[in-house]
């Protein structure tokens, strides 16, 4: 099952996970991650589907560049690559920074035994909020036709953010910068927490590593846009220790389907248990 989600706001982040399906092919993978300590082979062989997302990346690093001076950002010396805990699955990061864009991150999953958390279908009441009326959120069976359907999509939607990007003027009121600044440390801030993607790095992972790389990588920013903290945004998630709750909605509703209009407009009145 093939599984996407792609939204922008003052930085990017494209996660893509993928459960490899026939025909399969051998690739080399030079192991160098820091977070590998199961062994010290530098070379392991890993088999993955033929139907990779490694194009999507490829498309959005070039098209940026040229549009915008695209330079590596300081997360990617420790965020790079990583081998899962089962030593089949591999975890490929990119980052970038550039004049007009905070943060470009990119996280891709392949491996022979990925198995993934439902994706797609219904969006809680609350996660609604952070998304654009555009936002590509999907679930599907693997198959080659969709998947350049998904590519063509994808390449449609980059192309129109970074023609955004360029149309963007820089804002000099200090507190709309102070109100964008917080609206991005809020989005952050859910993400981090509540991201569906959590589940999937915990299993492969684990729960310490998954934590640090939600909040330090995809949703890098936390520490340096503001100092509320989840609970200050969110006191409803509150519980009575103290704590934050886990579940990933309190108000327990959700779209089952997309909830604008071809327009734009939100339609989506029709909240369901």
């Not at 990007?165 to 809020?186: F, G, K, Y």
């Not at 969110?234 to 909605?249: A, L, V």
């Amino acid at each position: 099952m093939d599984s996407c989600s792609f939204s922008s706001s003052l930085s990017l982040s494209l996660s893509l996970m993928l459960k490899p399906r026939p025909p399969l092919m051998t690739i080399n993978y030079n192991g160098n991650s820091q977070w590998s300590k199961r062994k010290k082979k530098r070379h392991c062989l890993l088999q993955v589907s033929a139907i990779s997302y490694q194009n999507f990346i490829h498309f959005a690093v070039n098209e940026t560049k040229r549009h915008t001076l695209l330079l590596p950002s300081p997360l990617q010396e420790k965020y790079g690559s990583m081998i899962a805990m089962d030593e089949q699955t591999r975890l490929e990061m990119l980052s970038f920074e550039t004049p007009k864009i905070r943060l470009l991150r990119s996280m891709s999953i392949e491996g022979e035994a990925m198995q993934l958390l439902p994706w797609g279908g219904k969006l809680t009441s609350e996660s609604i909020k952070f998304f654009s009326p555009i936002v590509i959120w999907t679930k599907f069976s693997s198959s080659n036709s969709k998947h350049e359907v998904l590519y063509s999509a994808f390449m449609e939607y980059y192309k129109a953010w970074l023609e955004l990007m360029e149309q963007a003027v820089e804002d000099t009121d200090p507190s709309q910068i102070t109100c964008n600044l917080e609206a991005q440390h809020r989005y952050l801030t859910w993400r981090a927490e509540k991201d569906p993607g959590h589940g999937v790095l915990k299993r492969l992972i684990g729960e310490k590593l998954a934590k640090d790389l939600l909040r330090n990588f995809l949703f890098s920013g936390i520490d340096e846009l503001g100092s509320k903290t989840f609970l200050d945004y969110f006191p409803e998630y509150s519980i009575e220790d103290g704590t934050i709750n886990k579940k990933r909605s309190i108000v327990g509703k959700g779209f089952e389907s997309r909830p604008w209009d071809k327009n734009g407009e939100f339609i989506g009145n029709d909240l369901r248990n």
